[in-house]
């Protein structure tokens, strides 16, 4: 069965260090992976899109990477900041489909 | 600019009665997609539509749940009769239609909270 697993339901990192997020699926074959963030009581946020034929993609503090070998996109938050506390979810299509499908997401909290 | 407008934003009623949520979607989004979110099931894709037209309704749990897009500024998510296991927070979504589809992102509403009693 299909299946996209987010590494762990909460991380803790310390401030100005990399925060550095897993997103895993399984019987997919994923044209792009997309991560959001979600804060509480709002809903998510878009952050970064990824195709399938590319390796890694930046913004600012942000970093994706994505290894269809490995089936697997890492998210990476350098210097981290407590603001950038939430709730990180990632999201899979498949080529030819609108459908986002979202893996159960991470809960990041950065301590000062 | 605004975004996705979602309404109520709370909602707290009793079992067996008739739930209507309702979305306007950003203005020149051509994609409209419901979602239920848990704890248990996490963010779960109910129904999307694009051009008003509904294009997958598989992620609807049952005959009580039914979605209508009459125009391209406003869809409905109904529940009727509405039950204790209904109770989440429902998110409207909307998109411009990429070239490649599925290459853009999803612009969020800040959903509604169900509580069926």
């Known amino acids: 069965s299909q299946k996209i697993e987010q590494n762990s339901e909460a991380l803790n990192i310390q401030e100005g260090k990399t925060a550095t997020l897993t997103c895993n699926y399984t019987n997919y074959s994923p044209a792009y992976l997309q991560w959001y963030r979600q804060d509480p009581g709002r809903g998510p946020v878009f952050l970064l899109l990824?195709?399938?034929?590319?390796k890694e993609k930046r913004k600012e503090r942000l970093k994706v990477t994505f290894d269809t070998t490995l089936k697997q996109s890492l998210f990476h938050i350098t210097a981290s900041q407590p603001a950038d506390s939430a709730t990180y979810l990632c999201?899979?299509?498949?080529?030819?489909?609108?459908?986002?499908?979202f893996g159960t997401g991470t809960r990041l909290t950065i301590i000062p | 600019d605004a975004g996705v407008i979602q309404s109520p934003r709370h909602e707290v009623t009793e079992m067996g009665q008739e739930v209507t949520l309702r979305c306007k979607p950003i203005?020149?989004?051509?994609?409209l997609f419901w979602y239920r979110q848990t704890m248990m099931r996490g963010l779960e894709l109910l129904i999307y539509f694009n051009n008003n037209v509904p294009i997958d309704d598989s992620g609807m749990p049952e005959d009580r749940f039914s979605a209508k897009m009459p125009n391209a500024s406003f869809s409905t998510l109904k529940i009727q009769p509405s039950e204790p296991r209904d109770s989440a927070v429902y998110f409207c979504?909307?998109?411009?239609?990429?070239?490649?589809?599925?290459?853009?992102?999803?612009?969020f509403g800040d959903g509604t909270r169900l509580s069926i009693l």
């Open positions: 999201a899979l299509t498949n080529f030819g489909n609108e459908k986002l499908t």
């Open positions: 990824i195709r399938e034929n590319e």
């Open positions: 979504a909307s998109s411009p239609r990429g070239i490649g589809q599925g290459d853009q992102p999803q612009h």
């Open positions: 203005s020149g989004h051509n994609s």
